[in-house]
């Protein structure tokens, strides 16, 4: 996977850059940062072959990321990611989004394992200062490959009980969101499409999954709702 250098081109200019001075950017600051700047971007694989690997990706808005981690096993038990690189083809805020997961994963020290099975999409988006709604997917997609890294650490070290299997029926295919995170969404106060979308951002990157997402949001509101 050939990568797009985060690099002032006039194709990334127009993915960055509003069409109206009035408007200036899209993006914040911190998102500009870790487009032109981005952080532990690896350009040769070949000193982490021995790395835990995950990758993502999204057909529908041409991004796929790929990242490399490597863990430590204190004397106290716990395991902590020690280094996060990665690889992302595709716009601003996929390049930006993973920058900052690769620094939120590592700083103080690392993140412990069970800390870092805990982060969420939202959280990325709020340390990058908010991204536009048609790029909320681009942040999906990190915490999915480090999902994938954590797992081929467990599945190499012979810890398959840990690993994370995807609860449910997968209904968008491109951010694997399933059956179990729309009720879950639902039981949680999203009673429309629009607070479902909110929660999980099913459709984002496949809105032909949409219909079926309606359906289980009725079958749900019925379910425990009744109405």
Not at 7 to 36: C, I, L, N, Q, S
Not at 47 to 71: H, T
Not at 176 to 201: C, P, R, S, W, Y
Request: negative net charge; contains cysteine; proline residues 4%.
């Amino acid at each position: 996977m050939n990568p797009i250098t985060p690099a002032t081109t006039d194709a990334r200019k127009g993915d960055v850059v509003a069409p109206t001075k009035e408007k200036g950017w899209f993006y914040t600051d911190t998102v500009k940062d870790h487009f032109f700047h981005p952080k532990n971007f690896l350009d040769g694989e070949e000193d982490y072959k021995d790395a835990y690997l995950g990758m993502v990706g999204s057909p529908a808005c041409g991004d796929a990321m790929k990242v490399w981690l490597r863990i430590n096993k204190g004397t106290d038990g716990v395991e902590r990611i020690t280094e996060f690189k990665w690889k992302t083809f595709g716009c601003a805020s996929a390049i930006a989004s993973t920058s900052m997961l690769s620094v939120m994963v590592t700083e103080n020290e690392g993140l412990t394992l069970e800390e870092a099975l805990k982060l969420r999409p939202q959280q990325i988006m709020e340390r990058l200062g908010g991204l536009p709604n048609r790029k909320v997917h681009c942040s999906v997609l990190g915490d999915k490959a480090l999902r994938s890294a954590i797992n081929d650490y467990y599945r190499k070290t012979e810890q398959t009980d840990k690993i994370i299997v995807e609860q449910g029926r997968i209904i968008d295919k491109v951010l694997k969101i399933t059956d179990h995170d729309i009720e879950e969404a639902v039981l949680e106060g999203a009673d429309t499409l629009e607070k479902i979308q909110h929660k999980t951002k099913v459709g984002t990157g496949d809105p032909s999954c949409i219909p079926e997402v309606e359906q289980l949001l009725r079958f749900y509101k019925e379910k425990y709702f009744g109405s």
